[in-house]
């Protein structure tokens, strides 16, 4: 990856930004989403800006761009007409270490803004690494009209109850399963449709079920050619539920960017075609942990008498193109 994605801390901002134009204003209203402690600097400002700075008594250096005002900030956003400007802007702060941004000259730029799908605190952040912004505008129109506003209240709800819910059900993978068909369902539903007291009736109701704890099992996928773009729904579903996953050099590395993130990953030095780590997929499963096990091509599972004498349920997917 060209850029790190990362979210700050919007309460711990202190941004500068240097210029008084729309595009400043654009700038600012984006921060004014996080944070008021926003210094702005320019001798003229549009009416927006100056607004902006009325409403939100943000702080107003009435000069244009001088050195020296960086102290205790930690973004510069360089948001003027004047290539010399933003360079000398730029310099300055790499000399501090502080993240900065020159509009329309990533070349200057410590970060770039992404395109931002907004249903906080459920937040999108999209970016074509500045190579593509049609197609970061397409993207996100596509995912605009699959998320309804209500998403938010989705995940506050979450937040709500994660406790009692990590309480009363045990095991990562049980939980999830628990959220996903929860979000997915009637209570997810009611949420979106407003109904946040029905939902959380019926979610408190569902926890005084039974609920057994998590079986481990091994799934091994058979990824043929290695295009994740070929991985089947099946296949791409097991990924995103994975407690462990093992491959060897021989998998296609960027299906391993399909696993779920806090999944723990074991490469093999020896290719499958050779052997078969089945002893500590066994070992894994049997402390309930659903193990996926990535092989290159399709070849026949060879019998394995430690697999067969156990307990642990295991299957084969073939998924690919």
């Not at 000069?63 to 933003?86: F, L, P, S």
């Not at 938010?152 to 399963?177: C, E, M, P």
């Not at 004498?309 to 193109?321: A, D, F, H, L, R």
Request: charge should be negative; charged fraction near 20%; aromatic fraction near 6%.
């Amino acid at each position: 990856m060209k850029y790190f994605p990362i979210f700050l801390t919007g309460d711990r901002i202190n941004a500068l930004i240097i210029g008084g134009g729309d595009v400043a204003a654009r700038k600012i209203e984006l921060l004014l989403k996080t944070t008021t402690n926003i210094t702005v600097m320019t001798a003229s400002v549009s009416v927006s800006v100056e607004r902006l700075i009325n409403t939100h008594q943000l702080t107003w250096f009435k000069h244009d761009y001088q050195a020296g005002h960086m102290t205790g900030k930690n973004i510069v956003i360089a948001a003027t007409d004047d290539t010399e400007v933003n360079t000398q802007v730029s310099i300055e702060a790499n000399q501090h270490e502080i993240l900065v941004n020159v509009v329309d000259q990533p070349e200057l730029c410590g970060y770039i803004t992404p395109a931002i799908i907004d249903r906080s605190p459920m937040i999108i952040a999209l970016t074509s690494s500045g190579s593509a912004p049609i197609l970061v505008r397409m993207l996100r129109e596509i995912i605009e009209k699959m998320l309804p506003e209500g998403y938010g209240r989705l995940a506050d709800f979450s937040l709500k109850f994660r406790d009692h819910v990590k309480a009363r059900i045990k095991g990562l993978r049980n939980r999830r399963t628990f959220w996903e068909n929860t979000l997915q369902g009637q209570i997810g539903q009611a949420i979106l449709d407003g109904n946040v007291k029905k939902a959380e009736q019926e979610l408190i109701a569902s926890l005084k079920d039974t609920i057994q704890p998590p079986a481990g099992e091994i799934i091994f996928i058979h990824t043929l050619d290695g295009n994740p773009d070929n991985l089947t729904l099946k296949a791409h579903r097991q990924l995103q539920f994975a407690d462990a996953v093992f491959y060897d050099t021989s998998v296609n590395e960027r299906l391993i960017e399909y696993v779920r993130r806090d999944a723990d990953k074991h490469p093999q030095d020896v290719d499958a075609s050779i052997a078969i780590n089945y002893q500590h997929a066994i070992e894994l499963a049997e402390q309930g942990q659903k193990v996926i096990y990535l092989l290159a091509g399709h070849q026949s599972l060879p019998n394995n008498h430690a697999l067969e004498q156990s307990k642990v349920n295991y299957q084969e997917i073939v998924s690919g193109g």
